[in-house]
């Protein structure tokens, strides 16, 4: 069974750049898509982007501009940054597996809470 | 962005009972539409793809039915076990979004 695992700092100052990883195991990187997804303390789920093994990225368009996601198919990762970090994008963030359609996500990470503060 | 809903917001009801969640795209997605069970602390897991189908693993008291606009989850008998909170998400078009939830207590 696949297994999803991120990985990164807890605290981030306003103004900085995140940086998370999501470590695949049990199972290849190749194929499927790879998608980031955070929910705020309490809120619900804002899908973030993804990224197909091959490299092809799509993000949503209200992080667009601030946000870049990559893939390491040799270490079995992909990875998050997103930059000028305020205080709004305090949250839980979720690596997950999008179907072969890229439609919906069957196997996330455990997520890991992300706080912005000085 | 296709924008989804979810009613009711919240609902307490006994074991063995039956409970239905509704969700509403502003826009037709066809079949689209997954439904997620979150528990707190933990990470959304799936329970319906496409609609009414059943994810691997997941109890068959759990289903799905729909299209177009209008989607239903359906948890045939109340098991303690599902004391959580339900997402929609439509997979139709890029943003993929989700529902607000609806959070399902035991009484």
């Known amino acids: 069974q696949v297994q999803l695992q991120e990985s990164g700092p807890g605290l981030v100052k306003p103004s900085e750049t995140l940086s998370l990883t999501c470590t695949v195991s049990r199972g290849s990187i190749n194929t499927y898509y790879w998608n980031w997804i955070r929910q705020p303390p309490g809120e619900g789920l804002e899908w973030i982007g993804y990224i197909y093994y091959s490299g092809s990225t799509f993000y949503n368009p209200s992080l667009k501009s601030r946000v870049t996601i990559s893939v390491d198919t040799s270490k079995n990762q992909f990875s998050l940054k997103l930059n000028s970090m305020t205080a709004a994008d305090t949250a839980v963030y979720y690596c997950a597996r999008g179907s072969v359609a890229g439609t919906e996500f069957d196997y996330w990470g455990q997520g890991t809470l992300v706080t912005v503060s000085s | 962005d296709i924008q989804m809903t979810q009613s009711p917001s919240s609902v307490s009801a006994s074991v063995g009972d039956r409970v239905t969640i509704s969700c509403r795209a502003s826009q037709g997605i066809s079949s689209w539409l997954a439904w997620y069970q979150q528990k707190p602390g933990k990470a959304p897991k799936l329970l319906i793809y496409a609609a009414s189908s059943l994810q691997s693993g997941v109890p068959s008291r759990f289903s799905g039915s729909g299209s177009g606009t209008d989607f239903t989850l359906t948890i045939s008998s109340l098991q303690p076990e599902d004391s959580a909170t339900y997402y929609c998400?439509?997979?139709?078009?890029?943003?993929?979004?989700f529902g607000p939830g609806t959070k399902v207590d035991i009484k």
């Open positions: 998400q439509q997979a139709n078009s890029f943003p993929l979004t």
